[in-house]
């Protein structure tokens, strides 16, 4: 079966470093996205990886293994407005989103 | 600004009432768009894939003459939430992304869907 895994909640302060790790198995791979979404709102699109390594945009950079089926996201200098549910999603062979249960990221001043 | 729109926002109404909800992809063609139920503090739950020219793809517990879902035009597709009840209350979001390329998903803004 298809299965994304990342955990459920984690806790960071303000101007801190966060990591929120995502690994999965698909049936086929056509690239694997990270969204945000704020309570009460729709998932905004954060990243893009379909090849190795690691992608930076701003404060958010984005890493992918696929020989891993691995994948993280990355948020530094944390602000208080990036408290969010953070969801890993892979593209399968079908051009369809396999969706993870998403992080919820708590932020403390 | 937003590549895909929703419609409405907001609907509020009595119970037994059937309710449309309008996807549009403004500015590519998708043949394939999404349909997905979020309740509150719980994840993104697809209940059907709507296929432009054919019958929609329903998941697993998902029923079909509940929601119906139209798919005319390779923009535009439709939720109906037929004969709505309480349970149906939740957040109904629409997404897509044009046709078979590794793109992200837009999604709509959503639709909060309040059956009294």
């Known amino acids: 079966g298809q299965n994304i895994d990342q955990p459920t909640e984690m806790t960071a302060t303000e101007g801190a470093i966060v990591q929120i790790n995502c690994t999965y198995q698909?049936?086929?791979?056509?690239?694997l996205f990270w969204y945000q979404q704020h309570a009460g709102e729709a998932p905004t699109f954060l990243s893009y990886?379909?090849l190795d390594g690691l992608e930076e945009k701003g404060r958010f950079s984005s890493f992918l293994s696929r020989s891993k089926g691995y994948s993280y996201l990355l948020l530094k200098e944390l602000q208080m407005k990036d408290s969010a549910s953070y969801l890993c999603?892979?593209?399968?062979?079908?051009?369809?989103?396999?969706w993870g249960a998403g992080t919820k990221l708590i932020i403390k001043p | 600004g937003a590549v895909v729109s929703q419609h409405p926002s907001w609907v509020i109404c009595k119970s037994g009432t059937s309710v449309k909800i309008e996807c549009r992809s403004l500015?590519?063609?998708?043949?394939?768009m999404f349909w997905y139920r979020q309740f509150p503090k719980q994840s993104l739950m697809l209940m059907a894939t709507?296929?432009?020219?054919?019958?929609?793809?329903?998941e697993q517990g998902v029923e079909k003459d509940k929601f119906l879902i139209n798919h005319a035009s390779l923009t535009l597709s439709t939720l109906t939430v037929t004969s709505a009840h309480p349970e149906d209350s939740s957040f109904y979001i629409c997404?897509?992304?044009?046709?078979?390329?590794?793109?992200?998903?837009?999604f709509g803004d959503g639709t909060r869907l309040s059956i009294l």
């Open positions: 997404s897509a992304h044009p046709d078979r390329e590794s793109q992200p998903q837009h």
């Open positions: 500015d590519f063609q998708a043949t394939t």
């Open positions: 709507s296929n432009e020219g054919s019958k929609a793809t329903y």
């Open positions: 698909t049936s086929g791979f056509n690239g």
């Open positions: 990886n379909v």
């Open positions: 999603a892979v593209m399968d062979s079908n051009y369809q989103l396999i």
